[in-house]
C-alpha cells in the first residue's frame, strides 16, 4: 500500500510536483496508510483501556506497564505508546502536507487528493486536541529553524480542522447511492467529511452548525442503519449503507512490504493458551481488552438480552454453551475443543465476561494473507458511522439546535434496532433511554467513543470515579479460573495496582517525554 520512492529532499519535490495518475495513487496511499499505523497500533488500546472498559492484556500484570498506566490512571511521561500515538498522529500530518503543498496540477485526481489529505490531517489534529489540547499546529511543512514549534491554542486548531473538512467536502465526490461504498473503498467522501465536520463542531459545543452539517448527511438520503448490530466489524458489514468511513484492510496483503496488518484484530482476539474458542472464532491473537464488570452488568441491565448486547458482550456462561450439545440459547458451536478456560491455566483478565465485538471470527478471517502473522481478520474497522450522525443530531436537538421531534424520532430509530422500547423524551442523562447512556452501548470499543464521550460532556473525572467505587476497576485486577465440577468457575483478584485517583488534570494527556527534551518551547500539560 506504500510503495512511495526514496529520495532526497530536492527529488522528492521533483517527484510530487510531476506525479502522473499512478504516483498520485501512491501518494494518496501513504497518507491512507498513516491512518491506519495511528489506529493499529496501540491507539486503539490506550483508548479503550483509559475508559475503564476493557482489561489490559498480556500474559500477565507485569506484561505490558505502559498500558497498565492508562488502567491506573498513573500515565507517565515517558509511556512508550503516548510517545508512538504523537509520533504516528505527526508523521500522518507531515504525509498530509507533503500532497496539500508540493502536489501541483488541476486534474481532478490531483485536486481530489489534496482534499484527502486535508481530511486526513484534520483527523490527525482531531485527535491530537481531544488528547492533548494546545499542540503545535503544523499547518505547512516545516523549515529546519521552525523545528521547536511551541503549544499552540486549541482554538486555532479547531479552525483549522473545520477549514480542512470545509474544503474537503467541496471537492470530494458523494457515493453512488445507499450501496456505493464498495466502488469508493475506504476513502473519504463529501458527506464523510461533512458528518465528520458535524462531530468535530459537537466536541466544541457548537450545536447550530453541528446539527446544520448532521442534517445535511441524513437528507442526502445515502445513509441508512443496517438492520442487523451484528454485522457491525464484521466482513458482512463491509463498505455497508451505515459507514460513512471506516479504514479497508482488503487487497492489500500480497507482499508484506505492501501488507498492513490488522493489529485492530491481533491484540484483541482470543488467546489460545488461556480460553478454548469455540468452532466460529479463530483465536492465535494476544488476548487483549477483555471487557470489564463495570461495563458488562450495566450493558446487561441497559440492553437485556437484546440483539447488541449480544454482539458485544456476553456472560461466561453465554459463552461456554453448545450448539453442538443442544445447550438452549447457544450463540457458539464446539466440536474441536471443550467449552471454557484451559484448565491447566487461567482467564487473565476475566471476571466472568466475554467480549465478542471485534474478535475474529472465522468465517472473516484473511485466507489470502502473506503469512500467519498478517491472517487476521479482513473486517473492516468503521471511523464513522450512521448511527453516530443520528445520535449527534438528537444530542444537538437535546441542546436547542435542531427539531427535537426529529432528533427523538432518530434516537429511537438507533434503540429500535437494539431491542430497545421507545424513549419517551429526548434527555441527556436519564440512565435507561437517555442519549448519554445510548451511545455508550452503541459505541462500545469503536474507536475513542467512550473517552472522548466522557471528555466533551465533563464527565471523565466523576465517570472514572465512579466505576472505581462501584467496581474496583483501576484498583484489582481479575484472573478467572474452572473450577473441577464442568461449567464451575471462580474469579480471583491478586493484584492491587497503583491507581490514582481521577482528577481535572486527566482529562488530558502528558506531552511525551523526548518531545520537552528536544524542543525547549513545548510546555507540558498541568499536573505532569
Known amino acids: 500500500m506504500l510503495d512511495i520512492p526514496q529520495k532526497s529532499v530536492d527529488d522528492l519535490d521533483l517527484y510530487i510536483a510531476q506525479a502522473d495518475q499512478e504516483a498520485v495513487a501512491k501518494l494518496t496511499a501513504s497518507f491512507y496508510y498513516g491512518i491506519h499505523n495511528f489506529y493499529n497500533r496501540p491507539w486503539f488500546l490506550v483508548a479503550n483501556e483509559i475508559t475503564g472498559e476493557n482489561y489490559t ?10 498500558h497498565v498506566q492508562f488502567s491506573t490512571h498513573a500515565i507517565t511521561a515517558d509511556n512508550g505508546q503516548l510517545q508512538d500515538s504523537w509520533n504516528n498522529l505527526y508523521n500522518l500530518i507531515y504525509r498530509c502536507n507533503l500532497v496539500i503543498f508540493k502536489l501541483e ?3 481532478a485526481y490531483k485536486q481530489r487528493a489534496i482534499a484527502e489529505a486535508k481530511a486526513s490531517r484534520a483527523y490527525a489534529f482531531y485527535n491530537l ?14 523549515e529546519p529553524d521552525e523545528y521547536e514549534m511551541a503549544n499552540t491554542p486549541k482554538e486555532q486548531t479547531w479552525a483549522l480542522i473545520e477549514q480542512d473538512l470545509n474544503e474537503a467536502a467541496a471537492v470530494l465526490p458523494s457515493k453512488a447511492g445507499k450501496d456505493g461504498q464498495k466502488a469508493i473503498g475506504g476513502r473519504w467522501t463529501k458527506e464523510a ?6 462531530k468535530v463542531q459537537l466536541a466544541q459545543k457548537k450545536y447550530n452548525e453541528a446539527s446544520a452539517n448532521l442534517k445535511k448527511v441524513i437528507d442526502s438520503g445515502l445513509y441508512e442503519l443496517i438492520p442487523d448490530y451484528g454485522k457491525i466489524m464484521r466482513e458482512a458489514g463491509d463498505y455497508c449503507r451505515e459507514y460513512l468511513f471506516e479504514l479497508d484492510f482488503h487487497a492489500n496483503n500480497q507482499t508484506e512490504a505492501a501488507a498492513i496488518r490488522n493489529d485492530y484484530y491481533y491484540y484483541n482476539g482470543l488467546r489460545p493458551s488461556l480460553i478454548n474458542h469455540p468452532d466460529e472464532l479463530w483465536n492465535n491473537s494476544w488476548g487483549f481488552m477483555n471487557v470489564t464488570k463495570a461495563f458488562a452488568v450495566e450493558a446487561i441491565a ?14 461466561y456462561d453465554e459463552f461456554i454453551l453448545d450448539k453442538a450439545k443442544g445447550d438452549p440459547g447457544a450463540i457458539f458451536t464446539y466440536t474441536k475443543r471443550t467449552p471454557g478456560i484451559n484448565p491447566a491455566n487461567n482467564w487473565y483478565g476475566s471476571d466472568g465476561y466475554a467480549r465478542l465485538k471485534g474478535l475474529t471470527y472465522t468465517a ?23 448511527a453516530d450522525i443520528l445520535l449527534m443530531y438528537a444530542e ?5 439546535a435542531g427539531d427535537k421531534a426529529l432528533g427523538l424520532q432518530y434516537l429511537n430509530d438507533v434503540r429500535a434496532r437494539a431491542g430497545l422500547a421507545p424513549a419517551p423524551a429526548l434527555d441527556m442523562d436519564n440512565a435507561d433511554y437517555g442519549i448519554k447512556a445510548e451511545r455508550r452501548y452503541e459505541f462500545y470499543f469503536e474507536n475513542a467513543e467512550r473517552w472522548y464521550d ?75
Open 57 to 66: 492484556g498480556g500474559s500477565d500484570i507485569a506484561d505490558q506497564p505502559y
Open 105 to 107: 496540477g488541476s486534474e
Open 129 to 142: 486536541v481531544m488528547q492533548w489540547g494546545n499542540v503545535p499546529l503544523v499547518d505547512h511543512l516545516l
Open 193 to 198: 467529511c461533512i458528518g465528520f465536520l458535524g
Open 302 to 315: 441497559h440492553d437485556g438480552n437484546g440483539p447488541r448486547r449480544m454482539a458485544n458482550v456476553v456472560t
Open 364 to 386: 472473516d478471517k484473511n485466507t489470502a494473507a502473506i503469512s500467519e502473522s498478517y491472517a487476521f481478520s479482513n473486517a473492516n474497522v468503521p471511523i464513522l458511522r450512521y
Open 396 to 400: 444537538c436537538a437535546a441542546n436547542g
Open 454 to 528: 466522557l471528555l466533551r460532556w465533563g464527565d471523565f473525572v466523576k465517570e472514572m470515579g465512579r466505576i472505581l467505587n462501584t467496581y474496583g476497576v483501576g484498583r484489582y485486577y481479575p484472573l478467572m479460573y474452572a473450577d473441577s465440577k464442568p461449567g464451575a468457575w471462580h474469579v480471583e483478584y491478586p493484584y492491587v495496582l497503583e491507581w490514582q485517583p481521577v482528577d481535572e488534570h486527566h482529562t488530558l494527556l502528558p506531552v511525551p517525554y523526548n518531545e520537552l527534551v528536544n524542543n525547549k518551547n513545548l510546555v507540558q500539560n498541568p499536573g505532569y
